[in-house]
């Protein structure tokens, strides 16, 4: 097996050197043995030299590498190719992945993939294309093996051998009404096991799991993970059979939705580009909206502040416990929010869990408000009044401070794992109900506890 991981460098300055010295024999033996994205990840450093390393492999080679590559890198190939050679990548690549280079490409460069397509390629692309984004319909693949519950296992391996060069997968077949609604599915497992007159009705699975063209993308790959299936069928709403979701287009899924959620829980609006394909004028467009957002809404902060401004001139001390409280109370948040949302993209929280939830979140919140309100009043009286002989840390104003982290502990883990759950049900992404967002809500709260505690007790 071909390892490219540690010696990434060694390969580029020998395929380097292989094209300085025109050795395009050698250049082409290096990489016939290598996998097709191990050839895309070398081609990403190689530039205007893509092209020429592309030509050097076989047809069926270099399809499956130009699949692999940048939308940027397919442009720039595109560009490059003559109409025959556009022709042959084409002719080799699966309808789906022709359907995702068609959206990543601009206008012109669409007109000619579409122009250089089959008919029934380019009939099959514009009608994965009218499905919305974030559907199954809009991922799924037409290519894949149909069968009749009439036909014998002879006639079925026959039919297989005829088309299934042109399929994506092979492994499952399904089966078909005269009206092509799913019936059925097989195995090519039971297929080879089967008798030659064995009728595909007969060995047919009935129990079968099916999605529909209008669910969501993520749901379905999450299916796929769930069942450990290979492919699902998707059917319409009249449950006609009109494609299939192979597992390597759901992990591809799993990780678009993975790094959306990633941003988005970090105030960052999503972007489907690599991070050092993004231009600086780009992640300022994707940074900017959420910080404003969060700036202005921490004025409320401020505000609290202002209004209790008096009291902390009584009592200064005060003032220097904030920023604790305030870190404390957006970690304890974080870590709640994160789980849930984690929960929740895996289908084991839904909105009729939020008391279950609340009630966990509530016995933590308890265990870890009073671990930390121990350790910091400890800290506190030797720490801050013993070694560093700070008279006004008194044990009363210690108590302010760790009765303060115990609510602050308590109400950040609550509007934690629950806003999110609460934005799922009226519709929103969770995930954005995230660090920044809830940090936000969890500064304004403490300090109105805080505040609440050290008028209670200090009389402030």
Same mark, same amino acid.
């Given at each position: 097996?071909? =390892? $490219?991981?540690?010696? !990434?460098? +060694? &390969? *580029?300055?020998?395929?380097?050197?292989?094209?300085?010295? #025109?050795?395009?024999? @050698?250049?082409?033996?290096?990489?016939?043995?290598?996998?097709?994205?191990?050839?895309?990840?070398?081609?990403?450093?190689?530039?205007?030299?893509?092209?020429?390393?592309?030509?050097?492999?076989?047809?069926?080679?270099?399809?499956?590498?130009?699949? =692999? $590559?940048?939308?940027? !890198?397919? +442009? &720039? *190939?595109?560009?490059?190719?003559?109409?025959?050679?556009? #022709?042959?990548?084409? @002719?080799?690549?699966?309808?789906?992945?022709?359907?995702?280079?068609?959206?990543?490409?601009?206008?012109?460069?669409?007109?000619?993939?579409?122009?250089?397509?089959?008919?029934?390629?380019?009939?099959?692309?514009?009608?994965?294309?009218?499905?919305?984004?974030?559907?199954?319909?809009?991922?799924?693949?037409?290519?894949?093996?149909?069968?009749?519950?009439?036909?014998?296992?002879?006639?079925?391996?026959?039919?297989?051998?005829?088309?299934?060069?042109?399929?994506?997968?092979?492994?499952?077949?399904?089966?078909?009404?005269?009206?092509?609604?799913?019936?059925?599915?097989?195995?090519?497992?039971?297929?080879?096991?089967?008798?030659?007159?064995?009728?595909?009705?007969?060995?047919?699975?009935?129990?079968?799991?099916?999605?529909?063209?209008?669910?969501?993308?993520?749901?379905?790959?999450?299916?796929?993970?769930?069942?450990?299936?290979?492919?699902?069928?998707?059917?319409?709403?009249?449950?006609?059979?009109?494609?299939?979701?192979?597992?390597?287009?759901?992990?591809?899924?799993?990780?678009?939705?993975?790094?959306?959620?990633?941003?988005?829980?970090?105030?960052?609006?999503?972007?489907?580009?690599?991070?050092?394909?993004?231009?600086?004028?780009?992640?300022?467009?994707?940074?900017?909206?959420?910080?404003?957002?969060?700036?202005?809404?921490?004025?409320?902060?401020?505000?609290?502040?202002?209004?209790?401004?008096?009291?902390?001139?009584?009592?200064?001390?005060?003032?220097?416990?904030?920023?604790?409280?305030?870190?404390?109370?957006?970690?304890?948040?974080?870590?709640?929010?994160?789980?849930?949302?984690?929960?929740?993209?895996?289908?084991?929280?839904?909105?009729?869990?939020?008391?279950?939830?609340?009630?966990?979140?509530?016995?933590?919140?308890?265990?870890?408000?009073?671990?930390?309100?121990?350790?910091?009043?400890?800290?506190?009286?030797?720490?801050?009044?013993?070694?560093?002989?700070?008279?006004?840390?008194?044990?009363?104003?210690?108590?302010?401070?760790?009765?303060?982290?115990?609510?602050?502990?308590?109400?950040?883990?609550?509007?934690?794992?629950?806003?999110?759950?609460?934005?799922?049900?009226?519709?929103?992404?969770?995930?954005?109900?995230?660090?920044?967002?809830?940090?936000?809500?969890?500064?304004?709260?403490?300090?109105?506890?805080?505040?609440?505690?050290?008028?209670?007790?200090?009389?402030?």
């Amino acid at each position: 097996m071909f =390892e $490219l991981e540690g010696n !990434q460098e +060694e &390969l *580029l300055e020998k395929i380097e050197e292989y094209i300085a010295r #025109k050795r395009y024999a @050698d250049l082409r033996a290096l990489l016939l043995p290598m996998e097709a994205a191990d050839i895309a990840a070398l081609c990403g450093e190689l530039d205007e030299k893509v092209a020429l390393v592309f030509r050097l492999l076989p047809k069926e080679q270099a399809a499956e590498v130009f699949v =692999e $590559l940048d939308s940027d !890198q397919q +442009e &720039l *190939l595109i560009q490059s190719f003559s109409n025959t050679e556009l #022709k042959e990548v084409l @002719d080799e690549l699966y309808l789906d992945d022709t359907v995702d280079i068609v959206e990543e490409m601009p206008a012109n460069v669409v007109k000619r993939i579409l122009k250089h397509s089959d008919p029934e390629m380019r009939k099959s692309i514009n009608e994965i294309l009218k499905y919305p984004d974030d559907s199954t319909g809009s991922i799924m693949t037409t290519e894949f093996v149909d069968l009749r519950e009439t036909m014998t296992v002879e006639d079925a391996l026959k039919r297989i051998r005829r088309t299934g060069p042109d399929k994506e997968t092979i492994n499952v077949c399904y089966v078909i009404d005269d009206g092509r609604h799913l019936i059925g599915l097989l195995s090519i497992r039971t297929l080879l096991l089967a008798e030659d007159d064995d009728v595909i009705g007969d060995i047919m699975e009935r129990n079968f799991i099916s999605v529909q063209t209008l669910d969501d993308q993520e749901t379905t790959a999450r299916a796929l993970g769930k069942y450990d299936f290979l492919a699902l069928p998707v059917v319409d709403t009249e449950n006609r059979l009109v494609g299939i979701v192979t597992v390597d287009d759901a992990i591809d899924v799993l990780q678009e939705e993975a790094t959306e959620d990633i941003e988005k829980m970090a105030a960052i609006l999503p972007s489907d580009k690599p991070y050092l394909k993004t231009s600086p004028l780009e992640t300022w467009k994707a940074r900017t909206p959420w910080l404003l957002v969060l700036m202005l809404s921490a004025t409320f902060t401020g505000i609290i502040l202002t209004h209790f401004e008096s009291a902390l001139a009584s009592c200064a001390i005060l003032t220097s416990f904030i920023p604790m409280l305030s870190g404390t109370g957006g970690n304890s948040g974080t870590q709640a929010s994160t789980a849930v949302i984690r929960a929740l993209s895996l289908g084991e929280v839904r909105f009729s869990d939020l008391i279950r939830v609340l009630w966990k979140e509530f016995r933590v919140s308890v265990c870890c408000g009073l671990c930390l309100a121990a350790a910091n009043f400890v800290k506190m009286m030797l720490v801050d009044r013993w070694l560093l002989h700070n008279p006004t840390v008194t044990p009363t104003v210690a108590l302010v401070v760790c009765a303060t982290l115990i609510g602050t502990v308590m109400v950040a883990k609550l509007v934690g794992c629950s806003l999110p759950i609460l934005a799922e049900k009226v519709g929103f992404d969770p995930a954005v109900m995230a660090s920044p967002f809830i940090s936000t809500i969890v500064d304004s709260l403490s300090l109105l506890i805080y505040f609440q505690f050290a008028s209670m007790i200090l009389g402030v």
